[in-house]
């Protein structure tokens, strides 16, 4: 479908502004003020990332691997703060020590499922051979390396990776949008689902259903952890600004005990909504790069198509409102479900087939239902706030975020602005104002810190 096509399909399914305000009895909108959270931070300076991920790579043992022997490098997750620098300083430490690195990527089904799509993908990342200093292969070939013992599940894993006489993934540590347990996204699960392309990937989501993810993932990285030649990994875990804090080099021994340490340090970490129970979240955008899931299930309190596993207890938002999508989403609108309401641009952007395949890959599908699309941006708050019940402009609650990995600041309603004033962990930027359209759109523009 052209850009033209997806904007008949958008003009076709969004209801104008004029016909909702109408059914809505044009009711008032709460002004806007901004506040910010205050977070203390202790990044790694740019200039020494590279330094922290060779020193990581430094603390794993090659002492099975031949001298002059192919280290292969499993990389592939998006949103990844300072990545090409880590990759590049994990490459410099492996070069240095004899060995030959190369990569691979590590990212499931992304990327199309096609392996020009992945090297694509890696590229758009900033990490090509020239940043990284080594040769990327890229394909979809997988070889089923064993079987699990109590469900006789395949376990399969990238040819180029299992050819290899080492093999290193490099991933963050950070909670799942999907499942609870001691270890969520991170190493093992990049090479359960990551490394195991997209074959690997539609297996565990296909087992999940009745054998949960939080038991599935330590069972399937045992097993890869016996037959395949994994000297460890490069874990890395970012603070609420999305800056590198800590780069570690975990040994296989660890993957189970050490990523669940590291995970309690990242849900620490992790930015959240400032206030547990709110009326209406405006979001700017979603997208693959911000969570997998679109919108991060942890900051939304939403868990609607996740595989057999509750929604997080907090927070409780009575409407989500989802403006856009990013550019490096490139229209996969995954997670577009979790909305209440969305703007017609999304549909504008949205690559159904994308969508459909990630969807179709993770058994979740309801994750691209549609929710009702909107013209105009005052026509999605209009119609949000419409539906909660009497809404007071003084009391009710609104946030507008970036997005969910954005959470620095935020455009607030009065009745938010006045808790921050109470509150040492908020702080308020610019008092409440009449929000601004033009043609309907927002004015003001987003906030991303």
Not at 16 to 37: K, R, Y
Not at 170 to 192: A, C, Q, W
Not at 351 to 363: G, H, R, V
Request: glycine share 8%; charged share 25%; net charge negative.
């Amino acid at each position: 479908m052209n850009a033209s096509d997806q904007q008949i399909a958008a003009d076709a399914l969004s209801v104008p502004e004029e016909t909702i305000v109408d059914a809505c009895d044009d009711p008032p909108l709460p002004e806007f003020g901004i506040i910010e959270q205050n977070w203390e931070t202790d990044p790694i300076m740019p200039a020494h990332v590279a330094t922290h991920a060779a020193r990581a790579a430094e603390s794993l043992s090659f002492a099975d691997v031949p001298d002059g022997g192919e280290v292969a490098l499993g990389v592939g997750s998006r949103g990844i703060a300072n990545l090409p620098t880590i990759v590049a300083g994990v490459v410099d430490a492996v070069s240095d020590a004899g060995y030959e690195p190369f990569v691979f990527p590590a990212m499931g089904s992304h990327g199309g499922a096609t392996g020009e799509g992945q090297r694509t993908m890696l590229n758009e990342l900033g990490v090509t051979e020239s940043t990284i200093g080594c040769e990327i292969r890229s394909s979809m070939d997988v070889v089923e390396v064993g079987r699990t013992p109590d469900r006789d599940v395949p376990v399969v894993a990238d040819d180029n990776a299992v050819a290899a006489d080492a093999i290193i993934p490099i991933n963050r540590v950070k909670p799942h949008t999907d499942f609870d347990g001691p270890v969520e996204s991170g190493l093992s699960k990049m090479l359960v689902i990551g490394m195991g392309k997209q074959r690997g990937a539609q297996i565990a989501h296909k087992w999940a259903v009745d054998w949960s993810f939080r038991q599935m993932i330590p069972e399937i990285t045992g097993r890869l952890l016996e037959e395949l030649p994994i000297v460890g990994g490069v874990a890395i875990v970012e603070d609420q600004h999305d800056e590198t804090t800590l780069i570690e080099g975990v040994p296989p021994s660890g993957f189970l005990d050490r990523e669940e340490e590291l995970l309690e340090t990242a849900y620490e970490l992790m930015p959240t909504l400032p206030f547990e129970e709110l009326d209406l979240v405006v979001f700017d955008r979603q997208g693959k790069e911000i969570s997998g899931q679109g919108l991060d299930t942890n900051v939304i309190g939403r868990r609607p198509f996740s595989i057999n596993e509750p929604a997080p207890e907090t927070p409780d938002i009575k409407r989500i409102f989802t403006r856009g999508l990013t550019e490096k989403t490139h229209g996969n609108a995954m997670g577009i479900g979790s909305a209440d309401i969305i703007h017609a641009d999304i549909i504008a952007e949205l690559d159904a087939e994308t969508s459909l395949i990630n969807a179709l890959t993770a058994s979740t599908i309801r994750g691209v239902k549609l929710p009702p699309v909107v013209e105009t941006d005052r026509a999605g708050i209009v119609a949000a706030l419409s539906t909660i019940g009497v809404v007071d402009t003084d009391t009710v609650r609104v946030l507008r975020a970036a997005d969910t990995m954005h959470l620095h600041q935020l455009y607030a309603s009065p009745a938010l602005v006045e808790a921050a004033r109470d509150r040492d962990d908020l702080r308020v930027v610019e008092d409440p104002s009449p929000i601004e359209f033009d043609n309907g759109q927002l004015v003001a523009p987003s906030l991303r810190e």
